[in-house]
């Protein structure tokens, strides 16, 4: 739902629903070129950030989390859109992370640019479609870096050994339906 709609169907009259949306546009063009100027995201990243970093703010405010302080509205907003940006970008490094360790796996070299751009987007949602154990474990693993010992603390799973079975296991099953779906967009990867 666009953001407009959003504020529109929860304001009761026409007069606050036409301040917000002036308040939207005022702070939209500058928030797209400060977050395409300081961080390495697409315009149309950007966008959407700052749809979600408006619907955030406009909550906060209902809900009574912010009120007025020491900072601007404009200063709140692009602090919240901040927040959103790095967890883009963080989301976006994981799933580099994952993709390179595994065209490291298949002796791929070099994927050319826009079968790089390709492969991102189905580990992207790849990752979405991952059980939740699985995507937990990997994460665990591969980001925070933990040991099997703590991973299998923290899943409940009995020992270590169950924690090594179980990253075994999804990294396989990751592989697996990466490489086939990248086979189906026409990406071959090495023999």
Known sequence: MKILDYIR???RSREMGKE???LYELYKQPFILFAISNYPISKDTA???Y???FTAMYQNIRSGKYTERNVSLK???FEIGKHH???YINKEQKENDI????ASEWN???FPPEEWNEAQKIVSELLEEADTDCNKVLILYYWERRKMEEIARYMNYKTEQVAKNKKSSCLRRLSFELKRRLESVGIILGK
């Open 99 to 102: 993709l390179q360790m595994l």
């Open 85 to 87: 940006i790095f967890k």
């Open 108 to 110: 791929v070299r070099q």
């Open 75 to 77: 200063t709140y907003l």
């Open 9 to 11: 169907k929860n304001n």
């Open 47 to 49: 966008i959407d950030i």
């Open 20 to 22: 917000i949306e002036n």
């Open 51 to 53: 749809q979600e970093s």
